[in-house]
């Protein structure tokens, strides 16, 4: 959230954490403000979204930068909304990196010990959340950090466990109800089904819904109601391993 999007104040209402972005691919110190204020009506936990300095490509571009590099716009990101939130009289929670970052450090090990050095250095009590079963995982597991192996509503996977590149006509789940499947078969029997029909094995502490896609708060409302109809108690994740 804090992105831009027009409908974070509706999506807070359905979700139990929250990515705010952090200024590099989308979002000021204003909208992180008005996104953190929203979090705290709604009792809603708070993260830190950070990401490559993109906002030409939202964020979602390849990069190649060095560790350290990526250390110190990892460290900023938190920092800046550390402030916001402080000012606020709360403070954030988590850290989920965003677009290419994310996607990147689910596979290289070096970008993802980069990721979770800074987030053990800046505050070693803050959550990672990752792509479920990934480097990015390991790695904070590595540096003896609280881990949230997160998996996607609205998004397809390969049979690695990767998400579909968004270049790829099917790497987008639009139909809430689709979204709504995928998640139950996620929580419930820790699997999904990938583009090539094949049941893969996924570890559920966390479900990603993009606040920028297609019908995002009406799939929010489906999965809210079909997880409450099998009795999951849905709360952001406080002491996972």
């Known amino acids: 959230m804090g992105e831009g999007c027009g409908s974070d104040a509706e999506l807070m209402r359905y979700v ?13 110190r204003d909208t992180m403000k008005r996104t953190v204020d929203l979090a705290i009506e709604n009792g809603v936990a708070i993260g830190a979204h950070p990401s490559y300095h993109d906002r030409e490509n939202f964020g979602r571009t390849n990069m190649q930068l060095p560790t350290k590099e990526v250390y110190e716009i990892v460290t900023e990101q938190i920092d800046t909304l550390n402030h916001v939130a402080g000012s606020c009289g709360t403070q954030i929670v988590h ?9 990147q450090a689910a596979k290289d090990i070096e970008l993802a010990a980069a990721i979770a050095q800074a987030v053990r250095d800046f505050n070693d009590k803050l959550i990672l959340y990752g792509l479920s079963g990934s480097a990015s995982i390991a790695k904070a597991k ?20 990767s998400l579909t590149p968004r ?7 639009h139909d ?14 820790g699997r999904v089904r990938t583009v090539d029909a ?14 920028d896609g297609e019908n995002a708060v009406e799939i929010a409302k489906i999965i809210r109601r079909r997880l409450a109809d099998e ?11």
Request: net charge negative; glycine share 6%; hydrophobic share 40%.
């Open 231 to 241: 009795n999951v108690e849905i709360s952001a994740p406080r002491d996972t391993k």
């Open 16 to 28: 139990s954490s929250t990515n705010i972005a952090c200024g590099f691919h989308a979002g000021d």
């Open 167 to 173: 270049a790829m006509v099917n790497a987008l789940i």
């Open 176 to 189: 809430p109800d689709r979204s709504a499947t995928q998640v139950l078969d996620m929580v419930k029997y």
């Open 95 to 103: 850290v989920k990196p965003h677009g290419a970052l994310y996607n």
């Open 198 to 211: 094949v049941m893969i094995k996924v570890r559920a502490d966390t479900v990603c819904i993009h606040g």
């Open 142 to 161: 590595e540096h003896g950090l609280r881990t949230a192996n997160e998996v996607f509503a609205d998004r397809t996977y390969q049979n690695d466990g």
